[in-house]
């Protein structure tokens, strides 16, 4: 098995693939995203790791 984690500024997507490269499950999840400024926008690392 094979796993893969995007873990952006808006969202985490994750991949799992077997040994044949087949797709066996796959998820995203949005993250609440900050904008302080106009030009900057980040997320909190606590809302990565809670889940939010």
Do not use: C, F
């Amino acid at each position: 098995m094979y796993i893969g984690i995007d873990l952006g500024t808006s969202g985490v997507k994750v991949i799992l693939l077997n040994e044949q490269g087949e797709v066996v499950a796959a998820q995203t999840e949005k993250l609440t995203v900050s904008r302080p400024h106009p030009t900057l926008v980040g997320t909190r690392p606590g809302t990565v790791v809670a889940g939010n």
